[in-house]
């Protein structure tokens, strides 16, 4: 594979994961659907870049330049920016921050720092502190199962203002990204059918032609490169 990736979890309440990725030469990847805010670093031979991106809804096939580097800050589901509204994020509508130098960008009328991989936290703190970044709790507590006493409508605004994305579209997402790192680990088709809740096997292949870009059995194979994936936790669709 042409694109390497490293990546690891963050106890931040605003941070999902932190990664980093390579490229050795120039190619296209499959770039599948996912639901989080991510703010990504680029740096290419002569350029640097800062962009927010958002939920993407369907995948794609992307040109990878070579001798690419890129760092990236993936947000907690409910996270949200404030003066962004997450919607104009979505499928790719992303958000390029203006950069003062290589090492600051401007966001939310102020300058950053822009983050590496082992302080990013720390600008994530900032951001927070100055109300640049939030998180809207009934979004994560909806998705773990305990929404309180609220109206599904209720859940559903805050959903719409936050994620940008009903729950039932990203269950659809986070079920569809499960079935492809567990196929590319070797497991058997119809077992993931079982343990992520499809109808049955043509079910599973409709969703991750649409959502992944692939067949069960070519990512099984791992005949192209994907975009970042690790292991998702369960409780989406479990």
Partial sequence: MFLTFEDRPSASPFIERIWRSRSTIGAT????AECN????????PGLTRVTLRGPVTKAAV???PPNGQWLAIRFRLGTYLPKVPTA????????QLPLISDRR????????EVPTYENAESLVERLARCGAIAHDWVVSSAITGNPGDRTLRSVQRHFSR???????RIRQIERARRAAEMLRHGTAILDVVDTTGYSDQAHLTRSLKQLIGQTPKKIMRREAQL?????????LFG
């Fill in 37 to 44: 805010i991510e703010l990504v670093v680029t740096h290419l």
């Fill in 162 to 168: 936050a994620a940008g994305l009903t729950y039932g």
């Fill in 105 to 112: 960008f401007w966001f939310d009328g102020a300058a950053w």
């Fill in 88 to 95: 104009a994020l979505l499928d790719r509508s992303d958000l």
């Fill in 62 to 64: 992307i040109e990878c």
């Fill in 227 to 235: 975009s970042f994936s690790f292991k998702t936790e369960s409780f």
């Fill in 29 to 32: 990847f499959y770039s599948m």
